[in-house]
């Protein structure tokens, strides 16, 4: 079975602070996403990384970044947390798209920044 | 372009009764379509998906979708809902060469005792 691991269920931040999430996924899968879940506004793609080292903006990169130093690894960046990033974080990865294949979530990261 | 439009946003049912939950999606290629279920704070599960074998797809906790060309819907339904049935689900469609996911906005399904 396909395992997204999470680093923290449940993070409590500050204004300002720069703050890094951790996904890391064990089936060796070239693609890697993370999404911020919100009522009423669904799932929302902030970055995705189609190799080590590779990344492409989603629908909506301001105020994050991302690493992907080593393929089962990918981490997500606030560069100076905010209130309005506030919310649950979904990390997923997947085989290439070409084999129809689907995503497999962590168990996400309720973040709250004071 | 593709979209996916789940046509209700919330869902009740008594517990032993039917369940359907709506997706239609706009695609300009073949898709591949998933469900998924979401239970409070946690993880999206893949319930089942479709990649252009079986129209008739089964899945897992007794769950199946019908992929329907002519209408563009990709149907969720039991036969009999149970209570751990409760939860948020998502359809979601994908196409080859587009290396993105378009996820539904998400049925709440209720279930009653």
């Known amino acids: 079975d396909v395992k997204v691991t999470q680093s923290s269920r449940y993070l409590v931040k500050r204004t300002g602070e720069k703050v890094f999430l951790e996904c890391v996924q064990d089936?060796?899968?070239?693609?890697m996403f993370w999404y911020r879940q919100d009522p009423g506004l669904g799932l929302r793609l902030i970055y995705f990384?189609?190799?080590?080292?590779?990344?492409e903006k989603g629908d909506i990169p301001e105020g994050y970044s991302v690493s992907r130093e080593k393929k089962e690894r990918f981490s997500l960046i606030l560069e100076s947390a905010s209130t309005n990033q506030t919310s649950m974080y979904l990390c997923?990865?997947?085989?290439?798209?070409?084999?129809?294949?689907?995503?497999?979530f962590g168990d996400g990261t309720r973040l709250s920044i004071l | 372009a593709q979209s996916v439009t789940q046509l209700d946003s919330h869902v009740s049912v008594s517990e032993g009764t039917p369940v359907l939950l709506r997706c239609n999606y706009s695609s300009s290629y073949s898709p591949s379509l998933f469900w998924y279920v979401q239970h409070p704070n946690k993880g999206l599960q893949l319930l089942l998906k479709?990649?252009?074998?079986?129209?008739l797809v089964k899945g897992i906790n007794g769950f199946e979708a019908e992929f329907k060309k002519s209408e563009t819907s990709f149907h969720l339904t039991k036969p009999s809902a149970h209570m751990s049935d409760a939860a948020e689900y998502f359809c979601v469609v994908s196409v080859y060469n587009f290396n993105k996911f378009y996820f539904g906005s998400g049925t709440k399904l209720n279930v009653k005792p």
């Open positions: 089936m060796d899968h070239e693609n």
């Open positions: 997923a990865s997947s085989s290439p798209l070409g084999d129809s294949q689907p995503q497999h």
């Open positions: 479709y990649t252009s074998a079986a129209t």
């Open positions: 990384s189609y190799d080590v080292k590779m990344k």
